[in-house]
């Protein structure tokens, strides 16, 4: 019954359940709530709330499957920041073992999260591959959060090398959020297994002591030393877009892609006070002007 009704109010009254969603989220995650107001946007939450059911949304597809998305990050900023494909699969007999190497990746290329990591061969045998395929397969991501992006993108899962670093457990998330096409903040992300933490930068990689959803990392998140690099690879890929965040990962040295995010947290992550969420609400503001 739950499903049918969020169902009907997705399609009937959006509105509606994005401000539920985003007071239900913000009263048992944040340390402030607010009914957001979709009509009258201010905060950024707002924004995203308000932008993320648009019909434009729709042809940003190809930008959030995350098999598809390869050749256009190709065509944009070159397959250097690639991390390759092992195989893809949307049907039919279902990868094996043997075509695969270890550690490696799971994805879904139609949906956010859902991924396993097989440490060795051993670890994929005892993963029940079908029952997985079956599960997400059936998973529509937009009936789920209301982001319009996904409402078209096929199922399908992708397998990847799984990428370390010497003497890390898991590499850090540089997000960079893009407004008007131009970076203006870098959120780190820090242990995500164990322990999530995040903490926001601005440019100059000043620490802007600010978070959302997860808690403050409370130390300093050295400085990339191709930080430059990593800037001008999501200004190139935020050009066409209002707003979406860049997820860049930095192993020693090398940029990866990640993918492409246009409504962070789905407009429903609180931030760590109500005055940062109004701060990238501006700047949300101000790109829309300038479109």
Not at 84 to 93: L, Y
Not at 134 to 157: C, D, M, W
Request: include cysteine; aromatic fraction near 14%; charged fraction near 25%.
């Amino acid at each position: 019954m739950k499903v049918l009704i969020y169902r009907v109010l997705l399609h009937v009254a959006p509105h509606i359940l994005f401000r539920f969603q985003h007071y239900l989220m913000h009263s048992r995650f944040g340390n402030h709530r607010y009914m957001a107001k979709i009509r009258n946007p201010k905060t950024f939450n707002e924004f995203t709330l308000t932008h993320k059911n648009a019909l434009l949304r729709e042809s940003y597809g190809v930008w959030v499957d995350k098999y598809l998305v390869k050749n256009k990050i190709s065509e944009k900023v070159g397959a250097e920041v690639l991390i390759p494909t092992m195989k893809h699969f949307n049907g039919g007999k279902l990868p094996e073992a043997d075509e695969l190497s270890f550690p490696c990746i799971l994805k879904p290329t139609h949906l956010s999260g859902y991924t396993r990591i097989f440490k060795t061969i051993e670890d994929f045998q005892a993963f029940d591959l079908q029952v997985y395929w079956e599960h997400v397969s059936k998973i529509n991501f937009y009936h789920l959060t209301g982001e319009r992006q996904y409402k078209a993108v096929q199922p399908a899962i992708l397998f990847e090398p799984f990428i370390q670093e010497a003497g890390q457990e898991e590499l850090k998330d540089y997000k960079i959020f893009c407004f008007g096409g131009k970076p203006k903040f870098i959120q780190v992300d820090l242990d995500r297994k164990f322990n999530h933490t995040r903490t926001f930068y601005d440019l100059e990689w000043n620490n802007q002591r600010f978070s959302s959803m997860y808690p403050i990392y409370e130390g300093e998140v050295e400085k990339p030393k191709n930080l430059d690099k990593m800037l001008r690879i999501a200004e190139e890929l935020a050009k066409p877009f209002t707003f979406v965040r860049v997820d860049l990962y930095n192993v020693s040295g090398k940029v990866l892609f990640g993918e492409l995010t246009f409504d962070h947290g789905s407009g429903n992550e609180p931030f760590t006070a109500y005055e940062h969420d109004l701060r990238l609400g501006t700047l949300y503001a101000q790109a829309l002007t300038h479109e």
